[in-house]
Structure formats: structure tokens, C-alpha cells
């Protein structure tokens, strides 16, 4: 009997595990490689606002369980004014450490799945121009090799086995912006749990509601503002400080750890497959964090290989189906790749003008009765260039019983 994996997946976080979880229910052998040991933190905060995924892999009661707040609302704050509203569905802030455990626990349920913790993948098996597996050192220092028919690549953004498999990148865009971030005690609540959005002087501050008493406060800076920060973390505050209402909200608070920061994601997509190989997650596709939507990015594109997989066991030509694994892939992306690169990209300062009128409007009820029934009409003008910016709000609004 032949021992090998049917497919080996590297990397076992969000985009690898969720793949072993969807092929350990259609019964093939799997073998998950990562360096890493389980549970362990990433660099990444982790608001997960499309639960859908979630739900399909059978384990949202269990990243329930630990005690998250559900959040059913959103605020976003322009200066010292803000407007607040309910969202269509809810939201969970999981830390990583958690929810990646979650996953591979369920994952390793399934009896065809295994997971070898601890394997750094620094080669890969190639004959006649295919992919046939990959060489992983323990941490003993020993070299393994391992075939398959199938090599996954969830190996994150800067995904060796992109690289080696020669996956060419395109729509690429520097990284833009810095982002800090940060676990706090005793953040003075507001009545509800909110996402508190702050837009101010160019930064982006993301106020993530966890648990009861502990929350994930992030910050996006300007460029130059990077090393400053990075150099004194005590910045951070001060900067957050200076959001309306974080002076006193913030006087009782305790950081929880350090001050974690990157000068920005870069974004991009990579080729989805070839001969022998695929990728998904961070290692296909990778943008700025602001919109919030790696991970279910992540879910999604494993949800639409297991079907390339699947679909292949049933016959079908890898060479077509990858293909159209990609075609879908970048038909799903498309809509939140760019409205993130145009968020960040259009993103500036608001001018003390633009300020001072926003407060006035902001405070004034007769204004909003007549503003609001022109907001459909002046946004679907204004974002033209952007017609899912729109349509996004269309399909929210939808769930509130918007009709057009
Ligand atoms: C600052 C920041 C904030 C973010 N905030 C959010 C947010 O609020 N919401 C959201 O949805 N997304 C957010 N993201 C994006 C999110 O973190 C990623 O989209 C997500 O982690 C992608 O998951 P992945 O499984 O593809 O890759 P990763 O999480 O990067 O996992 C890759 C795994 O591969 C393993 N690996 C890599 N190379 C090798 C190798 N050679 N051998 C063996 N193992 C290997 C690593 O150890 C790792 O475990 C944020 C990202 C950043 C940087």
C-alpha cells in the first residue's frame, strides 16, 4: 500500500487548516508541515467579520466557547464626531493563537489528517517539471523527505513554496501603510461592544472589542512614522490618546505584552497552481490589513480548491481546473482587493475645513433630514470608479430592508 499523502499542505494556520479540515471530510490523506507549533501567536490582528466559513467548517461554537463578545455594531469617528450603526451580521475578534488551534484541532479529528509541528520546508521535490513533494528539517536538525500528488503552499505571503514552484506574481502594489497594534485590560467600554473605527490626521485607529475587559487596539500610521513608533511604543498611546474619548477611556487601561508592528503588507496575487502544486492564502493573494479581510479571504479560497480537488478525484484535468480554481479565486478577491488598494490609496488627512463642517453637520438633525435622503444617490456618484464600494453598502443595507 502506497504511504505517501495524497496531498501535502505547508503552513497550518488559517488557509492550510481549513483545507485539511474540508479534504479530512472527503477522506484523503493529508499531511500538514509547519514550522510552527500549535497553539502559537502571528503577526496579525483578527477581526472576522464573515462567519459563513466558519460555520461550514463545523467550528464556531467552539472559537465561541472561549468567551468572545459578539459584535453587532460598527462606529466610525471623523475627529471628535462619529456615526454609529448596527451591522447585517456579527462580528468575533479570535486571537490567532486560539483560532488557528481551533482549526488544526479539527483538522486532526479527521482520521486521514496528520500535522508534523516543528518542520521548516527548505526544498522542493520537482521531476520532468512537476512538483512531487518537498524536504522538511526537524528540530533536531534532520532532513525528511516527503511525496505527494498534491503540494499546497499556505505558507503565507512570503511562501517558499511559491518561489520554488516559480508562481509569477501580478497586480502587485507596495505596502502603503505601517500598522501597529496592541492587547489591552480595562479599556472603559461603551454600552455595547462596538468596532470603534477613528479616522484622524491620516491614521486609522481599529478598536477591537475581545473579551469582557480585554481589547485589540491597531493603528495604521503614515509612512514616516513607522521607525518613530517601532523605536518608542510608548508613541502608540500617546497617538491613541489623541482619539476622541481614548484620553479618559484609556486612564485605567494596562498593555497586555508589547506593541507588535509591520511597515505594511505588500499586495498582490500570485498564480494559484500548476503541475503538482497550488496555493492558497496569504501565500496567493496578500493586501493591507485595514479592510479586515485576510482571513476570510483565506477560508474562502481553500473552500474553492478543496472543489478543484474534488473535482479532480472525480476525473477531471488538473490543468483545467486549476485554472478555473484561479478564474474564481480572483472573481471573489476582485472586489476587496480593490476597494483596500483604493482605501488606502485615497486615504488623507481630512482638512480642518472639511473638519470643522463635518461637526456641524454631525450635530445638526435638520441637516441630516435632508441629507439623508440624497446619501444613496451621492455615493453611487461619487464612488463611480469604485461601483462595489456601492454595492457593498447595497447588499448590507439590503438585510435592513432596503429596497431601490
Ligand atoms: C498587522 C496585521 C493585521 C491583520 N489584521 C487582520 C484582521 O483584522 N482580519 C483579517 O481577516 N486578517 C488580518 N490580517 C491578515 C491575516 O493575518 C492573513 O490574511 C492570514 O494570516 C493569512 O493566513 P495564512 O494561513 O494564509 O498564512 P499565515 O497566517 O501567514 O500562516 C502561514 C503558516 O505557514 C508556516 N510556514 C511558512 N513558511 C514555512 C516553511 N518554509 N516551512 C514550514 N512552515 C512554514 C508559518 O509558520 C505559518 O504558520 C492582518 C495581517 C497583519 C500583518
Request: net charge neutral; hydrophobic share 40%; glycine share 8%.
Given at each position: ?18 483545507l485539511?479540515i ?31 466559513y ?47 488551534h ?21 526544498d ?11 524536504k ?36 502587485e ?63 502608540f ?17 494596562s ?13 498582490f ?10 496555493l ?7 493586501k493591507?490589513?485595514?479592510t ?5 479571504d ?34 471573489n ?21 472639511e ?23 451621492l455615493?453611487?456618484q ?23
Amino acid at each position: 500500500m502506497n504511504s505517501n499523502p495524497d496531498v501535502i499542505i505547508v503552513g497550518a494556520r488559517v488557509a492550510g487548516a481549513s483545507l485539511a479540515i474540508l479534504l479530512g471530510r472527503m477522506g484523503k490523506k493529508v499531511l500538514l508541515l509547519d514550522k510552527a507549533a500549535f497553539p502559537s501567536d502571528t503577526l496579525s490582528t483578527h477581526h472576522l467579520s464573515h462567519l459563513e466559513y466558519v460555520k461550514k467548517l463545523d467550528v464556531l461554537e467552539e472559537v465561541e466557547a472561549s468567551g468572545l463578545r459578539k459584535i453587532n455594531r460598527m462606529r466610525t469617528y471623523i475627529g471628535d464626531s462619529f456615526i454609529e450603526g448596527p451591522r447585517a451580521s456579527y462580528t468575533l475578534i479570535p486571537r490567532r493563537d486560539q483560532f488557528d488551534h481551533v482549526l488544526v484541532k479539527k483538522a486532526l479529528s479527521y482520521p486521514t489528517v496528520d500535522l508534523k509541528e516543528g518542520y521548516i520546508v527548505n526544498d522542493i521535490l520537482k521531476a520532468h517539471d512537476r512538483v512531487q513533494g518537498v524536504k522538511a528539517q526537524d528540530k533536531k536538525g534532520n532532513v525528511h523527505e516527503f511525496k505527494a500528488s498534491l503540494v499546497v503552499g499556505a505558507d503565507g505571503k512570503n511562501s517558499f513554496i511559491a518561489q520554488e514552484a516559480g508562481a509569477k506574481k501580478y497586480n502587485e502594489q507596495s505596502p502603503v501603510r505601517p500598522v501597529f497594534y496592541g492587547y489591552y485590560h480595562n479599556v472603559q467600554p461603551i454600552v455595547e461592544p462596538t468596532t470603534e473605527i477613528f479616522l484622524n490626521k491620516g491614521r486609522i485607529g481599529f478598536l477591537f472589542p475581545m473579551e469582557p475587559g480585554v481589547d485589540c487596539l491597531g493603528l495604521e500610521v503614515l509612512p514616516y512614522e513607522f521607525s518613530e513608533i517601532a523605536k518608542n511604543p510608548e508613541r502608540f498611546e500617546e497617538i491613541y490618546r489623541q482619539f476622541y474619548g481614548m484620553e479618559s477611556r484609556l486612564a485605567q487601561a494596562s498593555l497586555q505584552g508589547r506593541i507588535i508592528g509591520t511597515t505594511g503588507m505588500p499586495n498582490f496575487y500570485r498564480e494559484a497552481g500548476g503541475n503538482g502544486w497550488a496555493l492558497v492564502g496569504d501565500a496567493a493573494h496578500s493586501k493591507d490589513p485595514s479592510t479586515g479581510l485576510g482571513m476570510n479571504d483565506a477560508l474562502m479560497q481553500s473552500f474553492l480548491l478543496a472543489e478543484a480537488i474534488e473535482a479532480w478525484d472525480n476525473g477531471g484535468s488538473w490543468r483545467e481546473l486549476i485554472k478555473r480554481f484561479q478564474k474564481q479565486r480572483d472573481e471573489n478577491l476582485g472586489p476587496g482587493y480593490r476597494l483596500t488598494l483604493d482605501y488606502i490609496q485615497s486615504r488623507r488627512a481630512l482638512t480642518s475645513q472639511e473638519e470643522s463642517l463635518f461637526q456641524a453637520m454631525a450635530a445638526n438633525p435638520m441637516v441630516w433630514n435632508k441629507v439623508v435622503p440624497h446619501l444613496p444617490q451621492l455615493l453611487k456618484q461619487q464612488s463611480q470608479h469604485m461601483p462595489e464600494l456601492y454595492g457593498s453598502v447595497e447588499h448590507e443595507a439590503k438585510s435592513f430592508g432596503f429596497e431601490y
